[in-house]
């Protein structure tokens, strides 16, 4: 049983507002600190001491992550409190911020053997997890691949081996099984392929080995393979705009194929808004870098880098329209019944919404909510650079930019605003 008390706010205090006390628990203070001068240098911070069994004494540990700088003092002091949730729980768990790791770690070494090093692999995942790096679905698929290659390597008395003696052909060569056995498509063959490079390169990162096998495995090439989304057009979409814009059962659905569309903002990271995060003055909507679900940070955004929208007045209309009176800022823009909820949806709301749309017009299965996103970035390129594309879509990657510049490449190519001879 632990004590734990939060500390309420001195807003007219000016040191306080510096450096105030959020919450105790047991022996551990967490303190908020927020520089005089806020800037890209400066960052407000929780900080904590923690006992360092090697020296003896504490070291103060300093964590931002999840808290938004610039935002209104509520806020921040919101996703603080939330912050500190997850580091009491990182230390219920035995976590060591001293060595940023988990107890019964096990430290690898080139004599390790391979199934030791799947253990260590999936420890390491786990926390990558609850540090907020992935998503507990990739935690899940992971285990799912390493289930088979556990399997296989038990069938073939490859268990106890060292990860060193494993070659590009004993890859391929389970890579080959599993595809038979599971029949797997192209795009899943990859995937579960990509699962094993990052395992082979953590080991390099443990010295454990220090050449990958998986590099030059075999692997499909999906440069003309039909993809799962294909772009809508100009009648369909209309078509869609006009039902979805005219039934007000679908509100929410607008609203969220608006926000796909028009700022690529993608479904789960919508179903992650609050309504803290959008200012209706400015019309500014902020998604920050991180946020707190079921207790542990996760990234808001796909890239875990934090963004801002400048919204239109049609999209704030359709917005108060749907939300009626003024929400709770903690709220979640999309909570289910048409109406925000304090309830955070899962990810497959919106598509289970897409689904139900498109049964009672009885439109295509192939029409896919997704494709609304890549529709719009297509289209774009009418009036604005790749470049410019590449910044509203977040792409870090340019190869799905390129694949759009490609793709109109093969379109009719008509004259338009261009300058005749």
């Known amino acids: 049983m632990y004590v734990c008390k939060t500390i309420g706010d001195k807003t007219g205090d000016n040191f306080m507002r510096k450096a105030k006390i959020l919450k105790i628990w047991n022996e551990y203070v967490f303190k908020l600190y927020r520089p005089t001068n806020v800037n890209e240098n400066n960052k407000i911070e929780v900080h904590f001491n ?29 996703q603080a409190n939330d912050l500190i949730d997850s580091l009491i729980i990182m230390i219920q768990g035995g976590y060591n911020f001293i060595t940023n790791s988990y107890p019964e770690y096990v430290k690898l070494n080139p004599n390790s053997n391979i199934s030791d090093c799947i253990k260590s692999w999936l420890q390491h995942r786990e926390t990558d997890v609850e540090n907020g790096k992935i998503k507990k679905a990739e935690l899940d698929t992971t285990g799912y691949v390493f289930d088979y290659y556990k399997a296989y390597l038990k069938k073939n008395n490859h268990l106890h081996e060292k990860p060193g003696s494993f070659t590009v052909n004993d890859i391929t060569a389970f890579m080959r099984h599993i595809e038979k056995k599971r029949k797997l498509s192209p795009f899943t063959y990859n995937s579960y392929q990509s699962r094993l490079t990052y395992f082979y390169d953590f080991l390099i990162q443990e010295r454990v080995i220090v050449y990958n096998p998986v590099h030059k495995a075999f692997r499909y090439s999906t440069k003309k393979l039909k993809t799962r989304y294909e772009e809508f057009d100009d009648t369909t979409l209309s078509k869609i705009q006009s039902l979805l814009s005219s039934d007000q059962k679908f509100a929410d659905l607008y609203i969220a194929s608006k926000l796909l569309f028009d700022f690529s903002i993608r479904e789960v990271e919508q179903l992650r808004i609050q309504l803290g995060w959008i200012d209706f003055k400015t019309g500014i909507l902020s998604l920050p870098e991180k946020t707190l679900e079921n207790g542990v940070l996760v990234n808001a955004t796909k890239n875990g880098l934090s963004a801002k929208f400048q919204l239109e007045t049609e999209h704030l209309d359709l917005i108060t329209g749907y939300i009626g009176e003024r929400d709770a800022d903690e709220n979640y823009l999309f909570g289910g019944h048409g109406r925000p909820s304090l309830k955070r949806m899962s990810d497959s709301f919106l598509t289970l919404r897409w689904d139900a749309f498109r049964t009672k017009y009885e439109l295509s299965k192939k029409l896919k909510m997704y494709a609304l996103k890549h529709t719009g970035n297509y289209n774009s390129l009418d009036n604005m650079s790749p470049d410019q594309l590449s910044l509203i879509a977040r792409h870090e990657d340019p190869a799905q930019i390129n694949a759009y510049i490609g793709k109109r490449k093969r379109d009719v190519i008509k004259l338009g605003d261009k300058k005749r001879f």
Request: zero cysteines; aromatic letters at 14%; charged letters at 35%.
């Open 50 to 78: 923690f006992f360092n069994q090697e020296t003896g004494k504490n070291k103060q540990i300093k964590k931002s992550t999840g808290i938004d700088r610039y935002a209104k003092e509520n806020v921040y002091t919101k």
